[in-house]
């Protein structure tokens, strides 16, 4: 095994997820294969730089580690075997952990609300997570015509339904520590 030498940030993701982010050689090939780099402020390449440069704040306060979907595009492709993915996981438990203001705030709110869905229910009903959502984001009418075209359509079901192992899940969260939130649950 490679002794740990950079930067303290890339020593605290090691130990964090295991990856080894020194070993990155900047061949970009985790960002030409991200669908969501239009939306970045920080293609997964630069994110990986910069964690060997041990830029924290940069990163933690960054839109990428929000917009960033976890679909491991850029793990499946990285030549060096880097869980880029996982890194940038790492990157998003630290900014919850550190307190670092969201850069895309609705989605750790959405995070949140989906794993509260889950908690009460067991599975996810679409009118209590989005009723949620809207409500907590302040964006109460923007989708309203798409809800009101799926209720005509019965693709959504306005009753939630309830799983029988509820107890079992409220356990797992407990005992993980979690309290439907994002980086807890
Ligand atoms: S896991 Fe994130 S950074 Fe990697 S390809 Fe998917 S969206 Fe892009
Ligand atoms: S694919 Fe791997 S080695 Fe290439 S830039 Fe991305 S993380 Fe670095």
């Known amino acids: 095994m490679i002794k740990a030498t950079g930067s303290g940030l890339e020593r605290e993701i090691e130990a964090r997820c295991g990856e080894r982010v020194r070993l990155c050689f900047q061949c970009g090939k985790c960002s030409t294969g991200c669908l969501f780099t239009p939306a970045m402020d920080l293609l997964p390449h630069q994110a990986m730089k910069l964690v060997q440069l041990g830029q924290e704040e940069r990163l933690l306060s960054s839109r990428t580690i929000w917009i960033c979907a976890s679909c491991v595009t850029c793990t499946a492709r990285c030549p060096n075997d880097i869980d880029v993915a996982g890194v940038i996981d790492a990157l998003r438990q ?3 952990e550190k307190g670092v203001r969201p850069a895309e705030r609705n989605v750790p709110l959405f995070h949140s609300c989906f794993l509260g869905n889950i ?3 067991g599975r996810i009903s679409e009118p209590v997570l989005m009723g ?21 359509k019965g693709k959504i079901k306005l009753v939630p339904s309830l ?6 899940i409220r356990r797992i969260f407990s005992e993980s520590g979690g309290k439907g939130a994002v980086g807890k649950g």
Request: hydrophobic share 50%.
């Open 132 to 152: 949620a959502y809207k409500a907590l984001s302040g964006d109460l009418f923007s989708d309203i015509g798409l809800a009101v075209e799926m209720l005509r």
């Open 119 to 121: 908690r009460a229910t």
């Open 163 to 168: 799983v029988r192992g509820r107890r079992e």
């Open 94 to 96: 630290m900014a919850l």
